[in-house]
């Protein structure tokens, strides 16, 4: 009898990877759309870059779920990790671009504010570690870095924290959900630990 587990394994072989891409892609414009129209509040600039900033987060901790999901529980979705975590670069250098252009505008100030902020200096450190990522996430860097693809890619473990805790930083005053973010990072983090496998051979991660 099939179970549930194959039903799903099944139905995601049937899912391009490009709808995953057009469907995660689409908020850009739209949420961009909205500042400028006046969907977003007194202030569009901060809602748009507070909104991509908080997508790419998402979509980081997505792609870290990938291998705890077929570890413990045979849930096999690596075949969207690659979107996963370009997507989460997307909305990373949205985030920044609008920080960038659109808010601070000023180079000396930004240069100063990377320097003296500490939130935007972890969040620019987070940055700085995805950059190589996105740059190796296609078949000829795979094959030409071997093992040593899947070690650097583990750089999405520290990114993923100091996304979270830039997040946690940024928010004005003691709010639940960047903690929640936290967490769910941490959790993911530890269901990697080589004590909690599930008897299954270990797949590297990013």
Same mark, same amino acid.
């Given at each position: 009898?099939?179970?549930?587990?194959? +039903?799903l394994n099944?139905?995601?072989?049937?899912?391009?990877?490009?709808?995953?891409? @057009?469907?995660?892609?689409?908020?850009?414009?739209?949420?961009?759309?909205?500042?400028?129209?006046?969907?977003?509040?007194?202030?569009?600039?901060?809602? #748009?870059?507070?909104?991509?900033?908080?997508?790419? /987060? +998402?979509?980081?901790?997505?792609?870290?779920? #990938?291998t705890p999901?077929?570890?413990?529980?045979?849930? =096999?979705?690596?075949?969207?990790?690659?979107?996963?975590? /370009?997507?989460?670069?997307?909305?990373?250098?949205?985030?920044?671009?609008?920080?960038?252009?659109?808010?601070? +505008?000023?180079?000396?100030? *930004?240069?100063?504010? #990377?320097?003296?902020?500490?939130?935007?200096?972890?969040?620019?450190?987070?940055?700085?570690?995805?950059?190589?990522?996105?740059?190796?996430? =296609?078949?000829?860097?795979?094959? &030409?870095?071997? =093992?040593?693809?899947?070690?650097?890619?583990?750089?999405?473990?520290?990114?993923? @924290?100091?996304?979270? @805790?830039?997040?946690?930083?940024?928010? &004005?005053?003691?709010?639940?959900?960047?903690?929640?973010?936290?967490? @769910?990072?941490?959790?993911?983090? *530890?269901?990697?630990?080589?004590?909690? &496998?599930?008897?299954?051979?270990? #797949?590297?991660?990013?």
């Open positions: 009898m099939t179970s549930v587990k194959d +039903q099944r139905l995601v072989r049937t899912v391009p990877t490009w709808c995953l891409y @057009v469907l995660g892609a689409l908020p850009a414009p739209w949420l961009f759309y909205l500042g400028l129209t006046g969907g977003l509040g007194v202030d569009p600039v901060k809602a #748009i870059e507070h909104r991509y900033g908080e997508l790419a /987060l +998402q979509f980081l901790i997505a792609s870290l779920a #990938i999901l077929r570890r413990h529980l045979g849930l =096999n979705l690596i075949k969207f990790r690659r979107a996963l975590g /370009l997507l989460c670069f997307f909305y990373v250098s949205c985030h920044l671009l609008v920080w960038l252009v659109l808010d601070v +505008q000023i180079l000396a100030q *930004i240069l100063k504010d #990377i320097v003296k902020r500490p939130y935007i200096t972890v969040g620019m450190t987070s940055f700085v570690l995805l950059l190589p990522l996105a740059v190796t996430s =296609n078949n000829a860097s795979i094959r &030409k870095l071997g =093992n040593r693809w899947r070690k650097l890619h583990r750089l999405a473990y520290p990114a993923a @924290v100091l996304g979270a @805790v830039h997040y946690i930083w940024l928010a &004005k005053g003691f709010q639940i959900e960047p903690l929640v973010y936290l967490f @769910v990072v941490i959790c993911l983090l *530890i269901l990697r630990l080589p004590g909690l &496998k599930s008897g299954k051979r270990p #797949i590297s991660a990013t």
